[in-house]
């Protein structure tokens, strides 16, 4: 018994206050990312959205415009909802600055959920940390950024690492840029929307047996919310899906996105596996004493059972 309990506290990852690994509640957040589409209203109905569904987090994606963006791609123009504009104008638009942000972290404290954010560059991590995060994700697209997980690493906060489009001597060498002590990795499958037949969910296992001592979770961005229940039920202790007000709004992320309806049957959902999975030890509950009654035919086992001897027949 001692090896699985060292096991499972060395799994042990907070996000802010919150221990997030085996043993602990499934840490469910919503994963807003840009799909407000730089509209502060909307993002804050979708902080709204996760709060009532139950969520433990939302999250954000960071990014300096002029760093993400190739320079090659930024005088291209695309058809937007707001016209026809340069690519680097439209990833202006979509993005928040401090002063929305700060309204953000306002409200996320008014209604008592945490967010956080992945920043794609140097520079959004700086501007993350003054609003003292309890996180900082990588999304997939980053792993292979050391310099970025070195910024990241020296903040001292848990980072969560998605994994999609990734190798596994990719994500190796990732988590030993970031250090095993501090990271929470993420199966994820990069598709939007993923295809059931690539989700892979095994993956849990295999990091679990390759990372003894990281928790392990999933972001998931396929339609539906099965295979994210199936997940949990596989282990993962941390769970990431994308969250719209409406699927059929402009935006790449939107299809692979949750309506609120659906993201509050997930985690109620998500609370029933976790809370059925149990402890993995064989017991009989006092709840099937009565049936044992009425059903077996040696009552010895019915005093066994029961933490009882056997009358003397």
């Not at 404290?109 to 993350?128: H, K, M, Y």
């Not at 929307?193 to 972001?219: C, F, K, M, W």
């Amino acid at each position: 018994m001692a090896p699985t309990v060292l096991a499972t506290r060395s799994r042990t990852r907070h996000l802010g206050d919150r221990p997030v690994g085996p043993g602990h509640p499934v840490y469910v957040t919503g994963e807003i990312g840009i799909n407000h589409n730089g509209d502060l209203d909307k993002a804050l109905a979708l902080v709204d959205a996760a709060v009532d569904a139950g969520c433990d987090a939302v999250k954000f994606q960071k990014r300096t415009p002029e760093i993400c963006t190739p320079r090659d791609q930024w005088d291209v123009e695309r058809d937007t909802p707001w016209g026809r504009m340069r690519y680097i104008d439209y990833r202006h638009r979509v993005e928040f600055g401090e002063d929305e942000y700060r309204r953000i972290d306002e409200h996320c404290r008014e209604r008592g959920i945490a967010w956080f954010a992945s920043p794609w560059d140097t520079e959004a991590v700086a501007f993350l940390e003054k609003f003292d995060p309890p996180a900082h994700k990588v999304a997939s697209a980053s792993l292979t950024d050391d310099e970025l997980l070195r910024t990241l690493r020296a903040t001292g906060r848990t980072v969560v690492l998605s994994t999609g489009m990734s190798t596994p001597a990719q994500i190796r060498h990732a988590v030993e840029v970031l250090g095993s002590g501090n990271v929470l990795l993420c199966h994820a499958t990069s598709t939007y929307p993923a295809r059931a037949a690539e989700l892979n969910l095994r993956v849990i296992h295999t990091l679990q047996d390759e990372y003894p001592n990281v928790p392990i979770g999933y972001s998931g961005h396929e339609t539906g919310l099965q295979t994210t229940l199936a997940a949990v039920a596989l282990g993962a202790c941390f769970v990431e899906r994308h969250i719209t007000l409406d699927r059929a709004m402009w935006g790449s992320d939107q299809a692979a996105s949750v309506e609120p309806g659906g993201l509050a049957r997930l985690v109620r959902d998500v609370r029933v596996v976790e809370e059925a999975l149990g402890d993995g030890v064989k017991r009989v509950y006092d709840s099937e004493l009565a049936p044992m009654r009425k059903l077996r035919r040696v009552p010895g086992v019915i005093a066994q059972a029961a933490g009882r001897r056997p009358a003397a027949v």
